[in-house]
């Protein structure tokens, strides 16, 4: 059953990157795969002891600020991890029509803003292989905010960054957590994306309207894909 959202009664629209405009695949492989093999190489050990210290370590500070930092996982990890990242660049891509939703939100003159965890330096990386940054009119990474998404505060903050109406902003992110927040807050119009990753089945929210793909809420007109690449 297609979802329908009242964009006439929506004056802002706010997106996740990662696992929404960006296939989430990228970030998986990195933290799960990449990051783990490059530890190993220099710490020893068997590559399956490197993953399972490193998942250990990434999950106590899981839904915080420091997870998104590259720059505390480079002390933490004594590895070059903005370095690493422009290293495993190529697994970046965009999620299936992610540009039709955007280009549909401009021709209806919705202002469009880019509501990330990510860290300034992960999307100088990933807007350097995809350049997104003419699609929107603001970006606010959590890293100016002071708070990660999940973190209520992060929604109280982002008002007087990002002035809006709650009740008319329509918000997609892939993690329930982060909607839960959003919805704390009184955001209107909330989508769950249950395709993050190009190698993952979807998993669909039973709590949040919750589709594949960001632009099946939409009907739009397929877009080139070499309109999406910066490099």
Sequence with gaps: MKIHFPWEEIDHIFLD?????????????????????????????????????????????????????????????????????????????????ALNFLNAMREMDKPVSLVTNAHPKTLAVKMDKIDLRPWFDHIISAEEVGWAKEQPPFWKVLQGILPHRPERTFFADDTEKVLHAAKGAGIGHLLHIAGASSRLSPRFSPLFPSVTALGEVIEVVDLPLKATSAG
Excluded: H
Excluded at 41 to 50: D, F, P, S, V
Excluded at 64 to 91: H, V
């Design 17 to 97: 990157m990662d696992g929404v405009l960006l296939d989430k695949y990228f970030d998986d492989y990195f933290w799960g795969e990449f990051v783990p093999a490059q530890w190993q190489q220099k710490n020893g050990g068997t590559l399956e002891q490197a993953r399972a210290k490193l998942l250990a370590t990434y999950k106590k500070v899981e839904n915080t600020l420091a997870w998104c930092n590259l720059d505390y996982w480079s002390e933490q990890l004594q590895l070059d991890i903005p370095a690493l990242k422009c290293e495993a660049r190529e697994f970046i891509n965009l999620r299936p029509k």
